[in-house]
């Protein structure tokens, strides 16, 4: 593969993303592809202090704009410290959640203009699209059901995943609409199918597009 190629996985709370881009990752080394994998917020060192702050342990209630504005100065960071350079090296890029996520959640889900953090987007990304985007499709009850049982075997729970239900609904909605301005760009994979199931539908199209 010449090229590099920036792939994103975006998703509701409890969708699976971060299970299913390891067991990828996995995958496309037995292939002889060494993917880049991150995640936002984070990526980079200053981008994993900005997580700690957004998403630590206790909350700081952190309002939406707040919100808005971290997870850009995270993004900024990310694109010119790992993703530009890891696309001009020819790197496979594997990251969990990127810009759409701001619009779903920030815009969406906590109703903040739509307008404005387009703006933020294009100002933290200088205008850096993923060549291809997966979304794993979970109703909102459902992801967050998978979340709170996770989280009694020990995960953490963030601001953002005790919001009541009708905020994810919200966020579950934001991403129908993103994904209807710009259908080619992304490929929905049915969450709610088993593990393997997802990790199968997740392989078949890269093979197809982009191996």
Known sequence: MAEGRFITFEGPEGAGKSSQIRLLADWLRSRGV?????REP????????IREALFGAHDHGVTPLTEALLMSASRAQHVQELIRPALAAGRLILCDRFADATLAYQGFGHGMDLALLRELVRIATGGLRPHLTFYLDVPAEVGLQRKYAAHTQGDELNHLDRMDVAFHARVVEGYKQVMAEDPTRWRRIDAQLSFDQVQDSIRAVLERELL
């Open 34 to 38: 060494e993917p880049l994998l991150t």
């Open 42 to 49: 984070g990526g980079t060192p200053m981008g994993d202090r």
